[in-house]
């Protein structure tokens, strides 16, 4: 899979960040949250990003 990074709130790539993939999908950098009660099935996971990530994006119509 190719990725484009749209958006991130640094630059050393140790940060929140948002992809654009190669299939038309975003995909996201983040800190994994373990701690939320819900039944995620073993394939996928939760991360945590800004909202402000998401707003950039928007606002530069990244996304």
Do not use: F, W
């Given at each position: 899979?190719d990725?484009t990074?749209?958006?991130g709130?640094?630059d050393?790539?140790?940060?929140?960040?948002?992809?654009l993939?190669d299939?038309g999908?975003?995909?996201?950098?983040g800190?994994?949250?373990?701690e939320?009660?819900l039944?995620?099935?073993?394939?996928?996971?939760?991360?945590?990003?800004p909202?402000?990530?998401?707003r950039k994006?928007?606002?530069?119509?990244?996304?």
């Amino acid at each position: 899979m190719d990725l484009t990074r749209l958006v991130g709130s640094c630059d050393d790539g140790d940060c929140p960040t948002l992809y654009l993939t190669d299939r038309g999908t975003l995909a996201v950098q983040g800190a994994p949250i373990t701690e939320h009660g819900l039944r995620i099935p073993a394939h996928e996971t939760l991360v945590e990003i800004p909202v402000e990530l998401v707003r950039k994006a928007v606002r530069d119509n990244l996304i």
